[in-house]
């Protein structure tokens, strides 16, 4: 079966890969010069289906999250599987109390717990919560490998620099995964801006990341080797990409001190900001018509959720199948064959 995927932002990617995994024929298409320069570009890389429970993502992330967890640590062993710690100031501590009433598969952790785990943190935090089975990447450098993996196989193509339309090109199956520029045949897709900035520092040691709870501006702090931190990420509606605001630095360095004030002395070697591509339930979904299949709506799970929607894929094109948590009823390929 030939396949032609557009975008390789993380959706087309793992799309591409696991088409290409099940015999097909891939021609993956993207408009920039390089894979995963899009929104994926500015992600933190967290593989955290529990944390985003605690942080009231749909139970179906969860499911879908583990799956892709699998995907990033056994299929493709792109990401660290050091788990994730979620601490608070003192004075939100009951915000660590409501993060554990909304999720699972957690550890609750004492100040020598977290000491223990995180020495750069002892003394930092009383109570922490750790969640073992969750992982973390670079997206960029995971992206460049999966690209690099598809390369080499002989059934795949990509083509850089190549503008696409989904509704043009020989193919069995046109997979559109435009992200936030598929708004032309996707209408209800939003934008949800996130700022983020990347710190460098070689006074604080961290192996995993870790996350600042707060009634207002929860923000996380994901290790990316070589003493340089990713810190992110502001959540605001609307689609304006590349502004970074004075009041998104603030609230992300106020709170990567209040994880270590160390952080204070850091260097910023980059700011950035990209518009998510969300539904208005925050859920992505897989659409079909007319043998072009979108999958799109990652919101801010993109590299937690890309890889169980891809599998997905393959199926619903390779074996008419349908799954109704990513899939609107009327696409049953079941009941339209
Ligand atoms: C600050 C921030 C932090 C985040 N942190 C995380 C995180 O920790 N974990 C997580 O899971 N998610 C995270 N996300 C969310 C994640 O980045 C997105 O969900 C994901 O990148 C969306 O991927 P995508 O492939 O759909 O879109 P994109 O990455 O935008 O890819 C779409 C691609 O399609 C290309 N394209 C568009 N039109 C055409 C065309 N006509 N022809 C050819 N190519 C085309 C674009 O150039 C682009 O490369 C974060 C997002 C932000 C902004």
Request: aromatic share 6%.
């Amino acid at each position: 079966m030939r396949i032609r995927v557009i975008g390789a932002g993380v959706a087309g990617l793992a799309a591409a890969f696991e088409f290409a995994r099940a015999g097909c024929e891939v021609l993956l298409i993207e408009r920039r010069e390089g894979p995963g320069l899009g929104c994926s570009h500015l992600a933190g890389g967290m593989i955290a289906p529990w944390c985003e429970a605690g942080e009231g993502a749909d139970p179906c992330v969860v499911d879908l999250g583990v799956e892709s967890l699998r995907f990033w640590t056994e299929t493709a062993p792109l990401a660290v599987a050091q788990g994730s710690l979620v601490v608070a100031p003192a004075r939100d501590q009951p915000e660590l109390a409501r993060f554990a009433r909304r999720t699972s598969g957690f550890q609750n952790l004492d100040a020598a717990g977290v000491a223990a785990l995180e020495p750069d943190l002892s003394g930092r935090f009383e109570q922490a919560l750790f969640f073992p089975q969750e992982a973390h990447l670079d997206p960029r450098a995971a992206l460049a490998s999966l690209a690099a993996r598809l390369v080499e196989c002989a059934n795949v193509a990509l083509r850089f620099g190549v503008d696409a339309d989904p509704l043009t090109g020989k193919a069995d199956w046109t997979i559109d995964c435009r992200g936030f520029d598929a708004r032309d045949a996707l209408p209800e897709l939003r934008g949800v801006k996130g700022e983020m900035l990347v710190l460098a520092t070689s006074e604080v040691t961290l192996a995993r990341p870790v996350r600042m709870l707060h009634p207002r501006h929860p923000v996380y702090i994901v290790p990316r080797g070589d003493g340089r931190f990713m810190i992110g990420a502001t959540m605001i509606e609307n689609d304006e990409p590349g502004r970074v605001t004075a009041r998104g630095m603030l609230e992300l360095l106020g709170a990567a001190y209040a994880v270590h004030p160390a952080f204070a002395e850091a260097e910023i070697i980059e700011t950035g900001a990209g518009v998510r591509p969300a539904f208005p339930d925050n859920l992505p979904r897989l659409r079909v018509k007319d043998r072009v299949m979108s999958i799109n709506g990652f919101y801010r799970h993109g590299f937690l959720l890309a890889p169980a929607l891809a599998r997905r894929a393959v199926e619903v094109a390779l074996q008419g199948a349908y799954f109704p948590e990513v899939m609107d009823a009327d696409q049953d390929q079941r009941r339209s064959a």
